[in-house]
């Protein structure tokens, strides 16, 4: 039992240190919501991105695209 229990923990351990950051890593894009006209810089984005609490942003077809977290 103590041992079954100890196999099932090791493995419940590697499922979350696999899967977590898996999670944690993805980023989904979207427009970004506050920044206005047109871009030309992946460093004004990302400012702008990281104040609608993105993760991060850049400079795309002169528009700007933020990268939020896509779990929850
Ligand atoms: C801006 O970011 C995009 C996506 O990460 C990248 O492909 C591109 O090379 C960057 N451009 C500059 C000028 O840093």
Redesign the pocket.
């Known amino acids: 039992m103590g041992h079954f229990s100890t196999v099932f923990l090791v493995l419940l351990l590697l499922l979350v240190t696999e899967i977590g950051p898996m999670v944690v890593h993805a980023t989904c894009p979207s427009l970004s919501k506050n920044f206005k006209g047109w871009c030309w ?3 004004s984005c990302r400012t702008v991105c990281e104040d609608e609490w993105a993760t991060g942003g ?3 077809f002169f528009q700007c ?1 933020c990268t939020h977290r896509c779990a929850f």
């Open positions: 810089f992946n460093d850049y400079c795309r695209i």
